[in-house]
């Protein structure tokens, strides 16, 4: 399970917007019955199918009774997603909380256990109540990452024990230990049965990438969740050839006794080492579901209300925690399957929960028969899966590895607390270290003078390095300082001015600089003392486009000018993106999304969608056109080999078409410029890409969300948007990838006057404005 590290309330079930999806975009939304039976029904089936095998393995990783991970997974279907301020999250038994309730069980008892998710409930309703859910995303991704990898390893090795025919040791140290004598003598039968379920669940999602015909027949296949498949294969093996093995054992419902002498007795005796353990419960359970939230927001386009979330999960552990559940927790895995099943909203996540009570009630003699050794080998990869390579690449990247490594190893030796306090003790240190390291060089120029370039943050605790290094300059030289912007507090700026003074006292001179500045500047409080430079460029890099004042527009030669902006780019910039580029340059480019826009120069990609280097696969032309293939004499193999090489090579997960306001090519086809008489110009065949955006236009033009188009050539604007979303599934490489649920298609217009982008909407037909902030109750669609 991985996490991938984005609010407005529900009004209503009826309300929830669906995802984008590749239907027909011009067709009337369908009735809220209808959405359910059609899209809420068949992915509720999908996810039940993937929660009850999943629940039995967290159980059996837990020690628990087998039914409290039945009991925990209808409960999260049906209070938490009936409560949900994401409704298209699905909730159930967490992997996170594997060890810490493993932990509780074998130190207090299950009845304990059931009371410490009650406390946990009832602390998650208080949180909710507070309003304080956004805060708790406060805390670092890498913390968050090295938690989740920690306990992945920690219930990996602990279910290896298990699919090699043994039972895990009482720590993840003593399981460590312990597997060099359980490797060298494993059971075979269960070894077997495991192996099998393995290969199935790393070789059943790869199905659908065979070529050919082939490659669509399994792709059907393959949407059968492969942990059922898993299982069932590793079941009919079992029985098919007899094997004696350990099975699934269903004790039938009893009450726990949460109220009873032995568990009062724990209560009053441990009660603050049990605090620990609910406030331990609580924040794992609440990260980890506002995580998966975040997580199924960005995938469905959509905006969630966090304190509602957290709230409802607050009440699905307080009822779990009653009838014997294990804690519980938003999923990513089942709310990821619940998305790409197709789910409309809340009612998916409900009746699933509706379908995991059936099976428990009515299914109990087949669960039966399910082996071990197969329930373990899929918490077993679900647990190596927590260890996210992907995650492990982004934090490096942003130079927090050590602190992902201490909290990996905290966890996996320590326990999820004291793990995460040493992840957290580990990032305050080297926030400080970074605050007090700070570079200061001396170079000799071409002209005889000295150079002082200083990089990072300039405090007291830099300035005997400043000291020692300006005191190797000698006197009476010319000498620059050049600061690099951080930050510059009194002691570092005292000495500067000091050692300046002294410096011009034996006959120096001393220009002291910043990089956002070219004129002389050095002071905390950004005071611009004197001078100038000279330059067609004086903005601080990436910054020319922000206004043509940064330009020196007496500059009349483009070439001059074209050189001045590259020399700002190697001085300025190259230094930041080096080491990425350097990486991209190795590995190659995997962009997550194809980006199809306008070759208009005042569309900046990178600006408007806030992405860098390697993030987007853009392709620009006039009037972010989609040659449609049945078109005679208008198609272009250009765009068309384009998208299939993104598609299928670069398997990109979503394709974006972006118009924008003022588009001189709507223009043209409005003016009628594809329709000339004569022969074409290259620019006229181009246009009747255009021409089903003109007919849409007359038929079903497209609308903005809370206000009017301001011209026709807005509204042909946005119609061909939609317009090339449609001519975009007639690549048969698209349309595959959709059928497989693996690619989303995305509208969107921006309007240069404003700087507003909006996305559309495939359920209203509408294009809706992105919003920084929703406003409380609306139902308006954010990226």
Request: charged content about 15%; hydrophobic content about 45%; aromatic content about 4%.
């Amino acid at each position: 399970m991985t996490l991938d590290i984005s609010s407005a309330p529900i009004a209503s079930d009826t309300t929830d917007h669906a995802p984008p999806g590749p239907e027909t975009v011009g067709a009337s939304p369908p009735s809220p019955l209808r959405s359910v039976l059609t899209r809420d029904l068949p992915a509720s089936v999908a996810v039940f199918l993937i929660a009850v095998p999943f629940s039995l393995g967290i159980a059996l990783a837990t020690g628990a009774p087998l039914t409290a991970g039945l009991v925990a997974a209808a409960v999260g279907g049906l209070v938490a997603g009936a409560l949900s301020g994401t409704p298209l999250q699905v909730s159930g038994p967490s992997a996170a909380l594997t060890v810490i309730t493993a932990g509780l069980i074998a130190q207090y008892g299950w009845q304990v256990t059931c009371a410490v998710t009650v406390a946990a409930g009832l602390c998650q309703l208080l949180l909710g109540a507070l309003r304080v859910a956004r805060t708790t995303l406060a805390v670092s991704p890498a913390i968050v990452h090295g938690m989740l990898a920690g306990v992945g390893l920690t219930i990996a090795i602990a279910q290896l024990h298990v699919v090699l025919g043994g039972s895990p040791q009482s720590s993840a140290l003593a399981n460590l230990i312990a597997l060099p004598h359980q490797l060298s003598g494993p059971h075979l039968p269960a070894l077997t049965v495991g192996a099998v379920a393995v290969v199935v669940l790393c070789g059943w999602p790869r199905l659908g990438r065979l070529p050919g015909r082939a490659g669509l027949i399994s792709a059907r296949l393959a949407r059968v969740p492969a942990a059922l498949v898993a299982v069932t294969t590793g079941t009919a093996l079992s029985v098919g050839l007899g094997l004696t093995l350990a099975h699934v054992e269903l004790p039938s419902w009893t009450r726990h006794g949460l109220a009873s002498p032995p568990a009062l007795d724990v209560l009053g005796h441990h009660w603050p080492t049990l605090l620990g353990a609910v406030l331990t419960v609580t924040a794992v359970a609440s990260v980890e579901s506002l995580l998966s939230s975040v997580a199924v927001d960005r995938m469905s386009h959509r905006s969630s209300d966090l304190d509602r979330e957290l709230r409802g999960q607050g009440v699905a552990n307080l009822v779990a925690g009653l009838l014997g559940g294990l804690p519980i927790a938003g999923g990513a895995v089942r709310s990821t399957a619940n998305v790409r099943a197709g789910a409309a909203g809340r009612w998916s996540a409900v009746l699933h929960g509706a379908w995991v009570l059936l099976a428990a009630l009515l299914l109990a003699g087949g669960l039966r028969h399910i082996p071990l050794a197969a329930l373990a080998a899929l918490v077993l990869v679900v647990g190596v899966q927590m260890v996210s390579f992907a995650h492990i690449r982004r934090v490096h990247r942003h130079r927090e590895f050590p602190v992902y490594l201490a909290t990996v190893l905290g966890v996996f030796l320590l326990g999820v607390p004291l793990g995460v306090a040493v992840g957290g003790s580990v990032a305050v240190l080297l926030a400080l270290y970074r605050l007090t390291r700070a570079h200061v060089d001396v170079l000799v120029t071409e002209d005889g003078g000295y150079q002082v370039r200083t990089h990072g943050p300039l405090t007291f605790a830099a300035v005997p390095r400043l000291n020692r290094t300006l005191a190797l300059i000698p006197a009476g030289t010319r000498v620059t300082v050049r600061h690099d912007g951080s930050f510059l507090d009194h002691a570092a700026y005292e000495q500067l001015h000091s050692w300046r003074t002294s410096h011009q006292a034996g006959g120096g001179k001393v220009a002291m600089l910043t990089e956002r500045h070219e004129e002389e500047v050095l002071d905390p409080d950004g005071t611009v003392r004197s001078g100038s430079s000279p330059g067609p460029h004086r903005c601080r890099a990436w910054t020319p486009w922000v206004g043509h004042h940064c330009i020196d527009q007496s500059e009349d030669d483009p070439q001059v000018r074209l050189l001045h902006g590259v020399r700002g780019f190697q001085q300025h910039t190259a230094p930041l993106v080096r080491q990425e580029l350097a990486r991209l340059s190795r590995e190659g480019q995997t962009p997550s999304q194809l980006f199809l826009t306008c070759a208009d120069s005042r569309l900046v990609t990178s600006m408007i969608t806030n992405s860098g280097p390697g993030d987007l696969f853009t392709v620009r032309n006039v009037g972010n056109l989609v040659p449609a293939p049945h078109e005679p004499g208008a198609a272009d193999d250009s765009v068309a080999a384009a998208v299939q090489y993104a598609v299928e090579v670069l398997q990109v997960r979503s394709i974006t078409i972006c118009g924008h306001s003022g588009c001189g090519a709507m223009k043209a086809l409005l003016d009628g410029v594809h329709e000339v008489p004569g022969p074409p110009t290259p620019l006229a065949r181009w246009l009747r890409n255009g021409r089903g955006a003109l007919a849409r236009l007359k038929r079903a033009p497209a609308e903005f969300d809370g206000r009017p188009v301001v011209d026709l050539v807005e509204q042909l604007c946005i119609t061909n948007v939609v317009q090339q979303l449609d001519q975009l599934m007639a690549n048969p490489a698209v349309e595959r990838r959709i059928e497989e649920g693996s690619l989303q298609l995305v509208g969107m217009y921006f309007d240069f006057a404003t700087a507003q982008a909006y996305v559309l909407d495939r359920e209203s037909r509408r294009f809706s404005p992105v919003s920084v902030e929703q406003p409380q109750g609306s139902e308006q669609l954010t990226a």
